[in-house]
């Protein structure tokens, strides 16, 4: 299935925006720019451009020429769960540093996010992910055993982790989130090179199958000044879901 | 149109689990108990034990009996503009003290959020919001100025602004809400009674009408302790949003 010409032409302003060769400040292509450079009608244009301001990415409006305003990049919620994919979507590159893969018996805590018994085994992995050789984001993820031993045999650091485990069947269709901050503890410090107590933005996630038993429960924590979350609501839709980063450069 | 008897039961449970007349680690009322209070058969019954399962406020399954997990509390996202609506919703009392309501020239980065020229007059307002008297909320928001004037002749403290707004024709068909976290700055560590630069959880958001023309830019920063932002999602379905509150009790 081809993507509709004003997904290719929002696409292509975000690249030119993300890589800065239209840096923050600058004016968009006009209108006429982009039907040229596209062969295209006003519709498909107007649409491209109608996506951007809706992200924040460009002002204007009320009869002002549009300019570059942020370089914030944005994915839809389907790739909320892959921190890889959703990277690669930028044209970024994800790097992953993973720490520890260890089995070992569950805290009350995380048995009662997996709907455990205290003391079953778990396989708990802490992974540094990066943007382009950043630290951004540090991820502390329990899966329940029959899906964490998977990952003994696995390369964690060779690609998605969720894309290898979707591959070997595991189901995780449902996911719920908690959004909230927290202060740098010394290990998020060290890795992700804050001071100790700075802000970081937290994300709780509890991963589910169809029949809503949990496989997986994760604690990521971002900094806030490359990562944020993006919701867009209106009384006639569904909200839609993002991620979103800012370029470090 | 009556509520359906599921949200009706499961709307009983949040009561009861809010005002600690259910603490966290009790054991939920039976399926059979609650069929016999509300003379219900399983299905409804079980339709509310799987939302506050959803929710987090319930754990159980595999066969366990469902303990009382959490004090948190949702809301559907219609209400996310209005902080008023979503605590009345809990059942706890909102509070309000207006700091500040000034008229005054827009800064360059209000102005790109609102599409106006730097300078033209914008109005500020600075609002500590609270629930049942306790500092949790610290909200700095800008109207455009042919909104902002409507409160010079409005009790800001009497109850929602956006009811109000609303109930003068004002158009807030649409937000963009941006989430992250931030360190208190001064003003946030005396009036959230926090450490300076302790993290908060901040919303940035920006509410448009139908038009696509800003009415509203807010930056909202609460205490995590007490606010969390939850997100469902799965691959079937459209997210669904809600603002968490963690009883401080």
Request: proline letters at 7%; hydrophobic letters at 40%; glycine letters at 8%.
């Amino acid at each position: 299935m081809e993507t509709p010409l004003h997904e290719q032409i929002a696409a292509d302003l975000r690249r030119l925006i993300s890589s800065g060769e239209l840096p923050v400040g600058t004016p968009v292509p006009s209108e006429s720019q982009l039907c040229a450079k596209w062969d295209a009608s006003r519709g498909p244009v107007r649409q491209a451009l109608a996506t951007l301001r809706t992200e924040g990415m460009i002002g204007g409006g009320r009869g002002k020429p549009p300019v570059v305003r942020r370089q914030v990049l944005s994915q839809p919620f389907e790739t909320f769960l892959s921190f890889s994919s959703w990277v690669h979507g930028l044209g970024r590159n994800p790097g992953q540093r993973t720490l520890e893969i260890a089995r070992r018996p569950a805290t009350a805590e995380i048995a009662d996010e997996l709907l455990l018994d205290e003391g079953e085994p778990v396989v708990q992995l802490l992974r540094l992910r990066l943007i382009d050789d950043t630290p951004t984001m540090l991820e502390r993820t329990t899966f329940v055993e029959p899906v964490g031993r998977l990952l003994f045999d696995h390369d964690c650091d060779s690609g998605s982790i969720y894309a290898f485990l979707g591959g070997q069947g595991v189901d995780m269709s449902l996911a719920r989130h908690l959004v909230d901050a927290v202060a740098a503890d010394e290990a998020d410090s060290e890795l992700l090179g804050v001071a100790p107590g700075a802000p970081l933005l937290r994300e709780q996630r509890r991963a589910t199958g169809v029949d809503g038993m949990p496989v997986e429960y994760s604690d990521d924590r971002y900094r806030p000044e490359l990562v944020g979350f993006a919701i867009e609501n209106s009384q006639q839709a569904q909200p839609t879901l993002a991620r979103n980063w800012r370029s470090a450069s």
